[in-house]
């Protein structure tokens, strides 16, 4: 009844290749996925690790750049805020040099007006009294007061007058007006 039969799959097709795959093949086939598998996914993780690093380094640069920026920026200003100052400083000194240039080549004849002038308004409203001269500013202060006959002052020359120098004698008192002094309170020397 039951009869045993062998079946011989190489003897019917001698030059046919194997289609058969080896269970050890296979084992090596799933092994090498896994493989592949666990260094994909370190691959990720070496990736994110690298977007992460990269992105605190980014971060670090930017924070650097404008801290050495800002650095730079308040250089500057302190620079500019020195040029500025030091302009001020240097348009003061030409201008006073300038004035002073002028003032100096004023004629004595110029220079006494300049002082009869700020002794008159000094004196509001003007006061009588007696104005003595160096006898070589006379010229100069009498042409002044003859233009200015309102003013009550009476001339009278003193040798011990410095020449461009005026001193009202009044009841009040003496006022003393000069030159050089006049030019220290119009140009006052500037600190260095």
Known sequence: MFCVRKIELNASAPNLPVTLIPKETLADLAQAGHLLENAEAQAQALILQAEVQCKKMLEQASVEFWQRANAQLLRWDLERQAMSDNVEHIAASITQAAVRTLLDEATPAQRITVLLKHLLASQVPAVKGCLLCNPQDRTAVEHWLHQHSY???ALRCKDEVTALALILETD???FHIDWQSTL?????????
Not at 184 to 192: F, Y
């Open 151 to 153: 003013v009550p002052w």
């Open 184 to 192: 220290g309170t119009l140009l006052p020397t500037p600190p260095s």
């Open 172 to 174: 009040e008192g003496d």
